[in-house]
């Protein structure tokens, strides 16, 4: 199977780059949408030359084949969304600028045109034969609306007859310069129109993706919430806008006019913006909110760990670039579970090696493990029952980071055992407020965790006692595992059909024929994929 459309698939040609960007002024070009960026040669022409010396570079790149899109982010463009057709916005572009595909090439011209309808430039290569041969609906409305615009149009022959996919269709060149809409006062009228939103729109694909029926009905709320406000906020600056003729800091006379260097009494900006551009500094922050608020949502991010928390919470000004959107949300939510995926083996392992690392030369936490003859080795070790683990979890009960310091420890430990569990244990436990409601009264002796009941002590150690005996032969199955003290069949094969020196192994780990021959009627729990534990 084709990755790539070969059909729809011209990247343009440096020339035709070229002459798509003669007669612009860079200097009033601070952002730039490239709808059908396919693997860049427009973006890269941006960056590396026509805007090579400018302070603000804000592209945003669209591109629906896969294989493109990963070829755009090979090169730290910024892709925000996949399909041009279903993106919606309220970001304001100095310019849109494209080569989109050519059967699709009316559609695409025409949303193009619209989104630019408050002001802004257009540039689009296009098949001459959309304008040239008008027989669809859609391509008579987009010859009615280049009219009207006052489009420069012109036609090139073999323009793509060099190109790196060579064709002899001629191109049409279209420039269409839309004049900046000035917006009359009418707050009420605008506030009233500021919650007319449709209802967002998820795919059966989308809402499979979103696992719950309720999760996806909380995010349409949350995305159509994003909508209104983002949309009120953009009413109120233009109103200061179309009031700041009104409201100047001084008067002045008429001779003195030529030299009018007034600005408004009142002043708007945004918070912790560079204010240059006040529509898209709002956006942006409106924008920054809802990711944040998104980041610390349990629905969405508490597979996590804390480290793989703090290091998405860090990628909120990043993701301020982003619009808010299904696509977005999605496209966060596969590259967590991949970061998942990587990192439930690593998560496991640290907190394996923690149980034992140090029993070796302490006695009060030599009990941690009990050793047997491991596969190739006589290292192997499991961990019993009751740990023992360093660990200073106060400096006086129940006190700010010291108790901090204990919830995290005791969540990531909790989240290790969520991973192998698999759901099976329902309940919700909030280690967190367990943990400080019993340091408030100061009760450090036997917490009920969710899996364990820990105990901590001030000369720095704190004892744990698993509830769960199968999950502790599951914790300790995946370690030894990994670590590769146990014959690669264990769980896989039944005892009778295995060598003499695998059923040694075999039953010093499980202890008993009978507990190995459980195991291997239980593989689906015992041995763990991990794929299957990002399931809920």
Known sequence: ????????????PQHLIEKMFIGCNKDKINSVLEPSAGKGNIVDYLKNDFLRYQHRNDIDCIEIEPTLRDILKGKDYRVVHDDFLTYRTQKQYDIVIMNPPFDQGDRHLLKALQMQENGGAVICLLN????????SNTRKELVSELKRLNAEIEYIKNGFKDAERKTNVEVALIRVAIPEKTFDSD??????????????EVSEQQEYALISADFTEFLKQLIHQYHIEVSAGIKLIREYYAMSPYILNSMILPEEKERDYRSPILELKVRDG??????NDFVKSVRGKYWTYLFKNKSFMGKLTTNLQNYYYNRIAEMSEYEFSI?????????????????????????????????????????????????????????????????????????GMETYRAIQKMHDMTKVFDYLDMGQTTYHYDVGNVIDNHFRMLITKNIPLKYFDVTFFK????????????LLEKFNLYGSQKKGWLPPSYGRKSYGDMTAEEQEVVKEFSGSVENYNHILMNQDYYLVNEQKLLIE
Not at 1 to 12: E, Q
Not at 187 to 200: L, R, W
Not at 459 to 470: D, L, Q, R, S, W
């Open 1 to 12: 199977m084709k990755l790539i459309d070969d059909h729809n698939f011209y990247p343009t």
């Open 128 to 135: 001459a034969e959309t304008l040239k041969n008008p027989y």
């Open 187 to 200: 707050i009420f009228e605008n506030m009233q129109k500021a919650m007319e939103f449709d209802e967002v």
């Open 274 to 279: 560079h204010n240059y551009d006040l529509i």
């Open 327 to 399: 696509y977005n949300i999605l496209t966060i939510k596969e590259d967590i579970e991949r970061s998942i995926c990587k990192g439930v083996e690593e998560t496991i392992l640290e907190l394996f090696d923690e149980f034992s690392r140090k029993h070796h030369w302490n006695d009060e936490r030599s009990d941690n493990v009990h050793y047997y003859n491991g596969w190739k080795t006589n290292k192997a070790h499991k961990i019993n029952s009751k740990i023992i683990i360093p660990f200073y979890a106060f400096s006086s009960y129940g006190t």
């Open 459 to 470: 000369k720095g150690t704190c004892h744990i006692k698993f509830k769960n005996a199968e």
